[in-house]
């Protein structure tokens, strides 16, 4: 723990002896481990380039630093009265600090509970876009039944394949996730799969059946009654954000399952 108005050196993790009273700022603890001080002041949140002060032109960086072989910590604080040892509480991460005026520094950064990343920003974006499972036509239309040997397309209701977009911000931190449809896959019931690379064609009653053509049909071979299909439409994720950040996102796939009929067609009988 630290000891305020204190200051020891610090070996290996071990204190050797006081050095003297603090400046009131904080504890100071000079390590042969890493020949900076370690400072128990308040600094500013880490950044790339922080001024020290108001209308001062001193600036500093903020670069992660490692200690004993851990990421962001591993030096131990000994308070010789309790005889117990522990790292900082709280989370955070120690930096080492080094400034145009040449204050040079290693400390120990609360990390404040408003901080974000852009990407963990896009993660939550991406999650409030609204995807619904889709809504699927079929040609002959659901509730009617299908014909062994004729296709069965399927195709989604308008307006279902567009990109959607949610963007958020947090203080100066700001990110914008998209989710794209990608791909559209049929499992049809009877053993076979179709992946279509869009919505699929749209039946149009007003034209011949002859001078139509999906990509995104099958072909019953034999009478059910009830195929249960399942179409699932999957949406790829990309994000943007502040400080020229940006990537990809996990996929998300939304699917939906109804069944179909489907029957032997008679032949038409006529006498001569």
Known sequence: MFAYGMTYVLVAGLVIAPLGDGDGDGVGVSSDYTGYIISAKRLPRPGSATPTGKGSK?????????????????LEFVDPG?????????????????????????????????????EQLARRAYKLIPIAPPTVLTAPPRGQNGLVGLPQWFFLADGQWTPKSKRLHMGTVWAAATATPERMTISTGDGETLTCDGPGAAYDTTRPADQQSSTCSHTYQHPASAYRVTVSATWSGTWRGSGGTGGTLPPITKSVTFPIRVIEAQALVTKG
């Open 58 to 74: 001193v600036r500093c960086t903020y670069q992660p630093w490692f200690a004993d072989g851990r990421e962001n910590g591993g």
């Open 82 to 118: 309790s005889n117990l040892s522990s790292e900082p509480t709280g989370k955070g991460a120690y930096y080492l600090v080094e400034c145009s005026d040449g204050y040079r520094d290693v400390v120990w950064l609360k990390k404040r509970r408003d901080e974000v990343t852009p």
